[in-house]
């Protein structure tokens, strides 16, 4: 069916910088709203940032300003950019994105990756 597989990230000192890759493939005819989701131990998933297929971004509080997410849709990939980062960001980061099917055009279904551990050193 789909596939999203995230990459980029790792372990970094506090006020460095990762950045982090979603590539889609499969029966993809269409990526439409995509986003980067992450979740800590204890804690519930949450949103970081999305965007439209069209470019528009919105982001959580406590990354605007330091995070920035885009997209190429020719490559059906998705990014983001993580700078200053602070020991609070260390979480599972998720891709998630919303497809639709190139077997059936009028449908679209979420999909998940299966996340990249990012970790901030303080």
């Known amino acids: 069916q789909v596939q999203l597989v995230e990459s980029g990230g790792g372990l970094v000192q506090a006020g460095g910088s990762l950045r982090l890759s979603c590539a889609a493939s499969?029966?993809?005819?269409?990526?439409?709203?995509m986003g980067w989701y992450r979740q800590a131990p204890g804690k519930q998933r949450e949103l970081v940032a999305g965007i439209t297929i069209g470019g528009s971004a919105n982001y959580a509080d406590s990354v605007k300003g330091r995070f920035t997410i885009s997209r190429d849709n020719t490559k059906n990939t998705m990014y983001l950019e993580m700078n200053s980062l602070k020991h609070e960001d260390t979480s599972v980061y998720y891709c998630n994105a919303v497809v639709t099917l190139t077997y059936d055009t009028l449908t679209s279904r979420t999909y998940w990756g299966q996340g990249t551990q990012v970790t901030v050193s303080s």
């Open positions: 499969g029966s993809v005819f269409r990526l439409n709203r």
